[in-house]
Structure formats: C-alpha cells, structure tokens
C-alpha cells in the first residue's frame, strides 16, 4: 500500500481558539459603534443653531433674519437648519421655548412669597440663556414680544392665582410683579446696566422681597 502523504495545515482556516482573553484594546482605541457619537453631534448642532437663531432674532428682528445668516452664524449649512426645524417659523418656536420652571408656591411660607419668587428668577436669568435671549427679542419685535407675554399667561399667572387673596385682581397683581421680575432681568442681565449688575443678590433680595411680597398678599390700597 502506498504511502499516505499528509495534507499541508490550511493556512487560511481560522485559529483555534487558545482558551487565553483577548488583550483589552489600548485606551482610547475602543471602536464605538457605528452612529454612536451621533446623538452628541446632533444635540451640539441643535445648540448652535437655536444660540445664533436667538442672536439673530434679537440683531434683526423676525421679519428680517433669515434661514441663511442663522446657518452662517452656526457655521453649517442651511439645510441642516430646515432638517432639524423645517423652516423659519418652526425655528423660532423652538429658539423661544421658555420653562420658567416655577416653584409651587402653595409649599411656601406666605411670609416668604416674595423672597422665593425673587431668588428664583435670579436663577432662572442666571442659568437660562433662552430666557435672556428671548428678552432681547421681545424689545426688538413684536414676535418676541407676543411669544413673552404668552410665557406671562401661561406661567407666572396661573402661579399666582395659587396665593392671590383676591381672584379677581390676579391679573393686575401679576403685571406688577413682573414689572419687578422683567424689570431687574432687563437691567441686570440684558442691558447690564452698571449699578444693577454690581448689585450682590442678596442685595436685590433685600430691596425687591417685600415689594414683591406686597404685591402678592396686601390689600388692595
């Protein structure tokens, strides 16, 4: 019988498994996969567009500002600005979307009122840059402004009604609070006018708290 000639190793067949764990792969060569880092391109898109769309809007004015300087402004394309907000109208809802985030006033000492309403508006004018821009916008045109009185009416009055005395007055109550509450945003934080930015808070605590405080609980004078 002649002999048997052994078969060459297949070279191209696969390894057998060793039993031994793959090396971990070097920091910061992990592949993530495919897409992953869309969502973080996409929000950072968003957040340019609605920031120059708020710049914009408050420079030009709505009837002026266009889809093409917003998407300058940005730094991207046009028609990145109408595939995320489909065209001017939809980008200004978006770019004036307001949560005042309001406290539950009904949890508040009544003797408080007007402190907490008055620190938290400090923060929301500190810490909400749709807020100031929109202020800007407000001043500039009527579009901002019709889209601020409906943060007015459809936030800060239905707050208040909660602790007005007098139901019927809730509305007038409400437009002289926010004279105080627009009025000090304006001043401090749009138009940074020097004596009301070099205010401590505590300071603007102490000065508005019982105005406020007046306005929400006192009598009719």
Not at 43 to 51: E, G, K, Q, S, V
Not at 83 to 92: D, Q
Not at 155 to 180: D, K, N
Request: aromatic share 6%; net charge negative.
């Amino acid at each position: 019988m002649a002999d048997t000639v052994p078969s060459a190793p297949d070279t191209d067949a696969d390894p057998e498994p060793s039993g031994a764990p793959a090396a971990p792969p070097a920091p910061g060569t992990a592949a993530e996969p495919p897409g992953a880092d869309r969502p973080r391109r996409s929000d950072a898109t968003r957040a340019a567009i609605l920031a120059a769309a708020r710049d914009r809007f408050a420079a030009d004015g709505y009837e002026r500002a266009t889809i093409r300087a917003i998407a300058k402004d940005a730094g991207i394309d046009p028609s990145m600005v109408m595939r995320y907000y489909g065209n001017k109208a939809g980008l200004f809802a978006a770019a004036s979307e307001i949560d005042l985030r309001l406290p539950d006033l009904t949890a508040v000492p009544r003797d408080e009122l007007g402190a907490r309403m008055i620190r938290h508006f400090l923060d929301r004018w500190e810490n909400d840059e749709t807020l100031t821009g929109m202020v800007r916008v407000a001043v500039t045109n009527e579009a901002g402004a019709e889209r601020l009185r409906g943060v007015f009416t459809e936030q800060i009055r239905p707050m208040l009604a909660t602790v007005c005395p007098v139901p019927e007055e809730v509305s007038a109550r409400a437009a002289l609070v926010g004279s105080q509450l627009v009025g000090i945003g304006m001043l401090r934080y749009v138009l940074f006018l020097p004596p009301a930015v070099d205010l401590t808070r505590e300071e603007i605590v102490a000065w508005l708290a019982p105005t406020l405080q007046r306005y929400l609980t006192a009598e009719h004078p």
